[in-house]
Nanobody, 125 residues
C-alpha cells in the first residue's frame, strides 16, 4: 500500500508561487494515478489535478487550469503541484492520494487512499 508525505506549503503573498511535493512510500505500481486535493476547514476535499504514475498524462479541475501544474519527478516517486499567481482563495490544506488507474477523471476524494497529513498553504492579500 502506498502512503504519501506532503511538504512545501507556507505563507505567501498573493501573486506568489509555491511548489508542493508529495513523496510516496510503500508498494507502488505503474497502474496507479496520483491526485492532489485541497481542503478548507468545514468543507469537503476539492479535487485539483491527477497525474499517471509515470507522469505521462494529466487531468485538471476546470478551476485549476492555467495556474496549477501537476508532475512527477523522473528519478523518484515524488509528485509535485506547482501553483503560480497564488490567490487568497487558494488558502487550504493540500493533500495527495492515489487510486487505481487508468481513468483520470475520477474526482471524488472517497475513491482515493494513501492520504498524508497534508501541507498548509496560506495566501495573504
Amino acid at each position: 500500500q502506498v502512503q504519501f508525505l506532503e511538504s512545501g506549503g507556507g505563507l505567501v503573498q498573493a501573486g506568489g508561487s509555491l511548489r508542493l511535493s508529495c513523496a510516496a512510500s510503500g508498494r507502488a505500481s505503474s497502474t496507479l494515478v496520483v491526485s492532489w486535493f485541497r481542503q478548507v476547514p468545514g468543507t469537503e476535499r476539492q479535487f485539483v489535478a491527477t497525474v499517471t504514475w509515470n507522469g505521462a498524462y494529466t487531468y485538471y479541475a476546470d478551476s485549476a487550469k492555467g495556474r496549477f501544474t501537476i508532475s512527477k519527478d523522473k528519478t523518484k516517486d515524488t509528485f509535485y503541484l506547482q501553483i503560480n499567481n497564488l490567490q487568497p482563495e487558494d488558502t487550504a490544506v493540500y493533500h495527495c492520494a492515489t487510486r487505481l488507474g487508468p481513468h483520470l477523471r475520477i474526482t471524488n476524494w472517497k475513491a482515493y487512499t494513501g492520504w498524508g497529513q497534508g501541507t498548509q498553504v496560506t495566501v495573504s492579500s
